[in-house]
């Protein structure tokens, strides 16, 4: 090597992009400000994306879908402190979630925040990160960035996927080291997501519990649609005849219009069955805890799925743990699975009974014409026009129009459907739809509810940036749950939960250089939908909804305390 290659030098900026660039991890989405504004444009220099967004945390919900999209961790950049905490909040709902994602923040000088000396943006950044991921790490040497990252990629995304926290002190970037030296730092980890072959007595145990089954019930969640083992849990689903539960982002993993499908059937089953097959699903507040009158009087026998070991008896006893990659162990039950007799006809015809008296009073409400619109005549047109272009991504927040369109839009392919998930948090609907639309290309449609739309709202500039084929659809009853609460003071604040009366979001886009539409009735939706979708360009839609259709809470009525004191 000639003299100057040895004094050739690079530094932590160029080590970073390295770093991604040697795993494959090509988007960027971010916020720029001190220190990371040059990463950022270095970024983009060397052929990564940088998807620039005007709030971190919707950069974080970015992330965080497109790592549950390609299990590999979805990237978000954010300056120190303020921007780190705007971005801590996805990062934390990634790690509920299960999405692997990297949350990476420029940070102070170590010598500066440890004395407490009022840096710029100070903020112990690392150990604020650390109860709301799942691992953390700072990376203080140039020499270091290779394996930080190799850290920080094997964290996310082995075992149960979570979000990981990587502290980049400003100087850091700064730092060189001979160009030759420092291309040894850099590789690509190996086989970062390792198969978990689960135990073959553990196989057995979980056979033997289907064998002894009258009534059993395999429950998906999103662990199963995030494990990409579709085919597996296809065969494992039609070869043994069980009826199954999609929570709701496994909608699609088989088609909604499956005939195994328990969907429509949903109360009956989970108090009827008797041994119950949960694939990467957790028995947390979705399913009841596993307990209670939704799961009936008889005792039921679980058989749990997952790669957390400890996730087993978190709530009820489980029978038959089976720990593992669920397409490991999927499979091996699948070796097994002839031996298990088919459900009897009784159960079977008990559940299609059950489900063609729901499906027919769905469809006698769907069918109804209200006006104005409610939220089952706009979701009955947002389901016929997805059984058309089912590869269309949809994204899905609120809360009537959360609950109403999980039961009444069907998915038909996996992965297509991103909601507000385990913690049931608003907010998510712009970022995961950019993510959603960076990562596939393809079309996406979020169905918000007015006042989900508001968390977001402002990335609307970021999608009309980037040009996305991101439709939105504002449910627009004029406030949260519904807009007709009244102040019972007559005084002149509006109630907690009313909004601007007739707000026209279609005019926000607008202002973007986007497509609104003001719609009133299904066919309009429709129409503008369906135009929206073909025209793969930024559209908002909104969507005049009865404002007295809603209820407080929607499903979730019942989680609200209420006060014993009598009301005065
Ligand atoms: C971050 C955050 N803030 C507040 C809430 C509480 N919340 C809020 C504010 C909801 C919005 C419901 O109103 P909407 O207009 O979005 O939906 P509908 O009109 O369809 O009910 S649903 C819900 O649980 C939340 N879940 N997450
Ligand atoms: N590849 C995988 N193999 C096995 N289990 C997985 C895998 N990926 C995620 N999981 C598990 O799947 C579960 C997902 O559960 P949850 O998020 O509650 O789903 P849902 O809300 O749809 O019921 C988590 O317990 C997680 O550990």
């Given amino acids: 090597t000639t003299d100057n290659q040895n ?14 660039k040697a795993n494959d991890l090509n988007t960027i989405f971010g916020l720029v400000g001190i220190p990371i504004t040059d990463l950022c444009r270095l970024a983009q220099a060397e052929g990564l994306r940088f998807i620039g967004f005007r709030h971190e945390q919707h950069a974080g919900n970015a992330a965080a879908i497109a790592g549950y999209m390609t299990q590999k961790p979805g990237i978000c950049m954010t300056v120190s402190a303020p921007g780190f905490l705007n971005g801590l909040t996805a990062l934390a709902n990634a790690t509920v979630n299960c999405f ?40 203080n040497h140039i020499e270091d960035i ?11 995304v082995s075992g149960r996927p979570g979000g990981v926290y990587l502290d980049l002190p400003a100087q850091l970037l700064a ?10 730092t850099i590789f690509k980890v190996i086989d970062p997501v390792p198969r978990q072959i689960p135990a073959a007595d553990a196989v057995a145990r979980a056979l033997d519990v289907l064998k002894g089954a009258k009534r059993p019930l395999i429950l998906l969640g999103k662990g199963a649609a995030y494990a990409q083992a579709d085919k597996e849990i296809r065969h494992l689903v039609e070869k043994s005849g069980i009826p199954y539960l999609p929570m709701s982002m496994a909608k699609g993993l088989l088609p909604d219009n499956h005939p195994q499908s328990a969907s429509a059937a949903r109360s009956f089953v989970l108090a009827e069955a008797d041994a119950v097959l949960l694939i990467g699903a957790r028995l947390n507040w979705l399913l009841a805890h596993g307990k209670g009158k939704t799961w009936g009087k008889e005792p039921k026998k679980f058989i749990q799925i997952d790669i957390q070991a400890n996730e087993v008896d978190s709530n009820v006893q489980i029978a038959a743990p089976l720990i593992g990659d669920i397409g490991s162990c999927v499979g091996e039950l699948l070796k097994g699975i002839a031996s298990v ?50 590869d269309v991504n949809l994204v899905n927040e609120g809360a009537n129009t959360l609950d109403y369109c999980r039961a009444i839009v069907d998915m038909y392919k996996p992965r ?46 970021t999608v009309c940036r ?26 002149a604040d509006v109630a907690p939960t009313v909004f601007v009366k007739d707000a026209r979001y279609d005019k926000m886009i607008e202002a973007f250089g986007g497509v609104g539409y003001y719609v009133t009735t299904p066919a309009e939706l429709e129409a503008a939908l369906t135009e929206a979708i073909a025209a793969g360009k930024p559209a908002l839609i909104n969507a005049v909804i009865d404002e007295t259709a809603g209820t407080e809470s929607g499903r979730l009525t019942n989680l609200n305390p209420s006060t014993a004191a009598a009301k005065k």
Wanted: glycine share 10%; proline share 5%.
């Fill in 100 to 139: 692997p994602m990297i949350l990476i923040s420029g940070s102070s000088e170590r010598e500066i925040v440890d004395l407490q000396q009022g840096d710029y943006e100070e903020m112990d950044q690392l150990n604020a990160a650390k109860p709301y991921c799942k691992a953390a790490y700072r990376i």
């Fill in 7 to 20: 004094t050739q030098l690079t530094d932590g900026f160029h080590l970073v992009i390295d770093a991604l």
């Fill in 416 to 461: 297509k459907r991103f909601d507000s998930g385990t913690w049931g948090i608003m907010g998510i609907g712009m970022g995961y739809s950019i993510g959603a639309a960076v990562i596939s290309g393809l079309p996406t449609v979020a169905v918000e509810g007015d006042s989900a739309f508001g968390f977001s709202g402002m990335e609307l500039e």
């Fill in 466 to 491: 980037y040009n996305l084929p991101i439709t939105t659809i504002v449910f627009n009853n004029n406030g949260v749950y519904r807009g007709t609460d009244k102040n019972p003071t007559g005084g």
């Fill in 341 to 390: 007799p088919k459900p009897s006809a009784d159960w079977i015809n008990a559940i299609n009974e059950k489900k063609d008296k729901n499906m027919a009073k769905m469809a006698e409400t769907l069918a109804k014409e209200a006006n104005p619109m409610n939220f089952h005549g706009a979701l009955r047109v947002i389901r016929d026009v997805i059984k058309k272009n089912p």
């Fill in 175 to 184: 730092q060189t080291m001979p160009a030759e030296e420092a291309k040894k």
């Fill in 146 to 156: 290779g394996i930080g990252f190799a850290r920080a990629i094997r964290a996310a």
